[in-house]
């Protein structure tokens, strides 16, 4: 199966050569069958560590996945996979070819990353295993310009010319990275603490119960959780067969910082009240410039309880930039919206409709 996975430029030339780690907080790596969807995780990913993003194409065997790791750490729903295991680099189908070391320099920086060493302590540009590396590299990039050169190929040779950098190094050859071995030594241990249990954990495991009432539960716990990965967690459960988890779904992205209105926009046309409810609101949150578009949408929507979930988020605005949405609430004929928006705009020049 094709997938993408969105990411920054930075951690994607870390993935290119080390696969794709579960780092924290998130414990998980993430993909989609959409690359719009996953265009817009690496363009919110970029946008906070002032990066550039990137997406990944992946082939992705889930089956193969499941009887590895276990078919609890793999979840695929709604076209979003959460695997809580690393994911080997030859998953690849894309790589940052114009990122491949090609200096002394450039080499020689890799292969101490690769191996965890500092600068000072690694291997340096002038060794004559870096030169002969640099030659191969110049040689390959010369005679065969289209074929590229893996992360695999690279440590192949650089092993091969930097013996003495390898010496107790022990090679994974699914993710393509190196680990030490560390001396043997006879210690006494004490009993091992209890493990700790993790929220995030009985959350997912409530994900996955049959039970409707149990995975809204589970949504509600990562919400209050604010985890890392709460958007993507929601979108899974965006089509669930239940109306309550749908509904718990979206009101959970009212807790992200960030989102996609594109995945939101269908379901504000739902004929089910209380959906098309929940996703004005998520959609007045996370759609930016165009939030008060969705704001006036939900205020003038028919339902009274579209209204006042919308109503809810009105503090988002400010009421001197968006008068004509404020006035709208004031007029509104549920109560409940009309005092929500008058203590909004206490003191700040509107009229009080209540009082004409």
């Not at 969105?6 to 780092?23: D, H, K, M, S």
């Not at 970029?46 to 997406?55: F, G, I, K, M, T």
Request: hydrophobic residues 40%; aromatic residues 6%.
């Amino acid at each position: 199966m094709i997938v993408y996975h969105g990411t920054t430029n930075r951690r994607a030339q870390r993935i290119c050569v080390e696969g794709f780690l579960p780092r924290k907080p998130s414990r998980r790596v993430w993909f989609a069958e959409s690359r719009a969807y996953a265009l817009g995780r690496a363009k919110t990913q970029a946008r906070r560590s002032r990066d550039r993003p990137v997406v990944l194409a992946c082939d992705i065997d889930i089956h193969q996945m499941r009887n590895r790791y276990g078919a609890k750490r793999i979840l695929h729903r709604n076209r979003v996979i959460a695997i809580s295991a690393p994911v080997p680099v030859t998953v690849l189908r894309s790589h940052l070819d114009a990122d491949i070391p090609t200096t002394p320099a450039e080499i020689a920086a890799w292969v101490n990353r690769l191996l965890g060493f500092k600068p000072h302590r690694g291997v340096s540009r002038r060794h004559p295993g870096i030169e002969r590396l640099a030659r191969w590299v110049s040689n390959r990039l010369t005679s065969r310009p289209r074929a590229k050169i893996t992360p695999g190929e690279m440590l192949h040779v650089a092993r091969q010319w930097l013996p003495d950098f390898f010496v107790g190094a022990e090679i994974d050859p699914d993710r393509l990275t190196v680990r030490r071995k560390a001396p043997t030594i006879q210690v006494e241990l004490a009993p091992p603490a209890p493990p700790v249990p993790d929220p995030s954990d009985e959350a997912i495991e409530l994900l996955e119960d049959p039970g409707p009432r149990r995975r809204v539960r589970g949504l509600e716990i990562l919400a209050k959780l604010e985890d890392p990965d709460l958007f993507d967690w929601c979108v899974m459960y965006m089509d669930d067969e239940s109306v309550n988890v749908r509904v718990a779904a979206l009101r959970a992205m009212l807790r992200c910082e960030d989102g996609q209105p594109e995945v939101l926009a269908p379901l504000a046309e739902s004929e089910d009240k209380r959906i098309r409810a929940a996703a004005l609101a998520a959609l007045a949150k996370h759609a930016g410039d165009d939030a008060p578009g969705w704001f006036e949408r939900g205020l003038k929507d028919p339902s009274p309880c579209v209204r006042l979930e919308t109503a809810r988020l009105l503090a988002e605005l400010d009421p001197a930039e968006h008068r004509a949405l404020f006035e709208l609430a004031l007029c509104d004929p549920n109560p409940k919206i009309a005092a929500r928006a008058r203590k909004l705009t206490a003191g700040k020049g509107y009229d009080d409709p209540m009082r004409r």
